[in-house]
């Protein structure tokens, strides 16, 4: 029995030595990525390849993930496309560190909720299907474990996840390792403590042998932290043979060329990359992504004395993924053209390049120079009209606009309403607008479907209560909203018309998010070829240099002071902008009245032909039906998709 007992106690002795030991043990004489092809597993949930873990899938992650263990390395950059591996790249890298160098880590992303999805997605799936980790770490349902969502305790140290807004976490107990993920979509500050990754760096100052690692997709030129910590490293990037003249080059988007057919269906455009290529920048010659993508390649370095300063970083696109096709990306560039934030996307995750917002607006000359001659008051093309109308304190500014087909548009009347907004005179002139039938050269004609009228400003409730009388004339008050995620339009509330203190009726109003207009308005100017978004100007005096001058007034600028940092800024000399919010108020207006353009068109050629004498005098477009709303008033018997 003794000897049973001794034996129990030496074993258990000999447990607790064993996991003291382990956490000081020296590490083997592994590299990363020789401990990954070793040792590590890729789960079914986060990854399309589950199995043993293979470098020469992604040779590219060879050297990022071997500069980790090189003893000069002390600060690692990686900037990355989406669909590369730069995950993985920083699960290797903790892999590495909990089974053969332990310290402590601190896993910092953009939000506690990043961090967490992060958790259960990667980091648990990786421990529980790779066995050198599970044996480490504890089991999450074991009791005391010391393994949760955010923290992962392991001998020699503790990983520990978080935001990079949580100033307690980033700025108390000593780290040995940090690694920053998603480093562009940090808050710029972690409460009011300062930047976040400085703070974290801090942490490490009593570590001699401390490394810190930041990963992130780029996105905004001049604007972007990881751009930034990239030029300070040794600006590596992976460059692959040309198979002609055998010079090494980065694959970038400028040196891809495609052929591709545009189609419509449905009444939506469709595109079909017929061809991809590539183009050698030193040699000219021309090669396919097969061929490209078995090439040899390595990282060249525009900075290597960085290496000395003990700080490698590295480059990546998504041209060289063995999960991305060059097609892919090129399909995926052509459905963003003309919309900038989907663009932006493009940029960042599959060109892996900075995101450059020039705001480069159209010249004013160059809009007045394609103004054109219509022929009639609508020209052909115009299916639906709509009219905006900006509200100041001695005047009504509006804009008359006809949409047809894709996007595309035609300024049709800009006008200005002297008087105050209390007026009925000013009303009874902006009625002659809205009630006009405007015509085509066959003498079909066209009535405005819907006006949107802004209440901002110093007559609000005179406003409510002027288009509360019109609501049978489609006309309704619409408040602008600066809001960065505020939709361009929603269903309309009711809202109460308040005069003298008292209630005497309610409103209808639409709330606009007027940052998403302006951004399409930008957007389609810079199209130069009639068709799809293409904006059409008549030649007449109300579209004179005044009007481009307010239509061209304002530009999107990046503020980093800001919480949320894009805003909408007037030009030096552009003070007056009635022109943009007009144009702006018809657009949405167009987008909340959701009309049938299919529909408008075949009862619009029906007209013409003499098919239908009815729809010949002020024939106005179907629209999609929807449940309208419950109003005191007479009912409109009109139906609007948003209601």
């Known amino acids: 029995m003794i000897r049973t007992k001794n034996k129990t106690d030496t074993d258990r002795l000999n447990e607790v030595v064993a996991r003291a030991v382990a956490g000081i043990k020296p590490p083997e004489n592994l590299t990363v990525s020789e401990w990954a092809d070793t040792k590590r597993r890729l789960s079914p949930e986060a990854s399309a390849e589950p199995g043993p873990w293979r470098t020469y899938r992604t040779p590219y992650l060879k050297e990022p993930m071997d500069a980790f263990t090189d003893p000069k390395v002390r600060r690692e950059v990686m900037v990355s496309g989406s669909q590369i591996g730069k995950s993985e790249f920083e699960n290797n890298v903790i892999g590495y560190i909990i089974d053969q160098d332990p310290g402590s880590i601190l896993f910092i992303h953009p939000t506690t909720i990043d961090s967490k999805e992060y958790s259960k997605l990667r980091i648990a799936p990786m421990i529980r299907d790779t066995p050198s980790l599970r044996k480490k770490v504890s089991d999450p349902k074991s009791r ?42 940090w808050a710029p500050s972690a409460g009011t403590e300062g930047d976040p990754w400085e703070l974290a760096r801090a942490r490490q100052l009593t570590f001699y042998n401390a490394k810190a690692v930041e990963v992130s997709t780029p996105t905004i030129k001049n604007a972007s932290a990881i751009a930034r910590s990239f030029a300070e490293g040794t600006m590596e990037r992976w460059c692959t043979k040309c198979p002609h003249c055998g010079e090494h080059s980065n694959i970038v988007f400028a040196d891809i060329r495609f052929e591709h057919e545009e189609r419509i269906v449905a009444g939506e455009k469709t595109f079909k990359v017929l061809s991809v290529w590539y183009v050698c920048p030193e040699c000219g010659c021309i090669s396919f992504e097969r061929e490209m993508k078995k090439q040899p390649a390595k990282w060249i370095a525009e900075n290597p004395a960085a290496y000395e300063q003990g700080v490698r970083s590295f480059w990546l696109n998504a041209f060289v993924s063995p999960w991305v096709t060059w097609e892919s990306i090129v399909l995926d560039y052509l459905k963003a053209i003309g919309d900038s934030r989907k663009l932006q996307v493009i940029y960042n995750t599959r060109f892996g390049e900075l995101w450059e917002n020039r705001g480069d607006l159209e010249n004013e000359d160059d809009l007045l120079a394609r103004r054109e001659d219509y022929e009639a008051e609508l020209p052909d093309g115009v299916l639906v009209l709509t009219c905006g109308v900006d509200t100041q304190d001695d ?27 209390d007026e009925d005179d000013v009303w009874a002139d902006l009625d002659d607008v809205t009630s006009h039938v405007y015509r085509f050269a066959s003498g079909v004609g066209l009535r405005i479907s819907l006006t949107f009228v802004d209440e901002g400003g110093h007559f609000t409730q005179d406003v409510r209560l002027r288009c509360s009388a019109r609501l049978r004339r489609n006309v309704f008050a619409i408040a602008g909203s600066n809001r960065h995620d505020d939709p361009y339009t929603a269903p309309p509330k009711k809202q109460k018309i308040v005069i003298d203190g008292k209630v005497v009726g309610l409103c209808w109003q639409y709330r606009i998010g007027v940052d998403a207009g302006k951004q399409i308005i930008t957007d389609n100017l810079k199209v130069q070829t009639p068709g799809s978004r293409y904006i059409h100007f008549p030649r007449r005096d109300d579209y004179g240099p005044a009007y481009f001058a307010g239509l061209l007034s304002e530009r999107l600028e990046y503020n980093i002071k800001k919480k949320q940092p894009w805003e909408w800024v007037k030009l030096p ?37 003499g098919q239908s004498s009815a729809a010949a005098t002020a024939t106005k477009p179907a629209a999609k039906k929807a449940r309208k709303p419950k109003s005191d008033g007479p009912s409109t018997k009109k139906h609007y998709d948003d209601w």
């Not at 392991?154 to 780290?175: D, F, Q, V, W």
């Not at 009504?396 to 800009?414: M, R």
């Not at 003070?575 to 353009?597: I, K, T, W």
């Open 144 to 185: 005391d474990s010391g393994n949760t969502i955010l923290q992962k305790m392991y001998p020699g140290g503790i990983l520990t996840m978080c935001g990079s807004t949580e100033a307690h976490a980033l700025a108390s107990k000593p780290i040995r390792y940090v690694i920053g993920d998603e480093r562009d979509r």
């Open 395 to 421: 005047r009504l500014e509006y804009e008359v606009v006809g949409f047809g087909h894709f996007g595309e548009s035609w300024g049709i009347k800009k006008g200005i309403i002297m008087g105050r907004p």
């Open 573 to 609: 000399g552009h003070e007056r902008n009635e022109a943009l919010d007009c144009r702006n108020y018809a657009l949405a207006a167009v987008r909340a009245l959701a009309p049938d353009f299919d529909a408008a068109d075949r009862r619009l050629k029906s007209a013409k032909t």
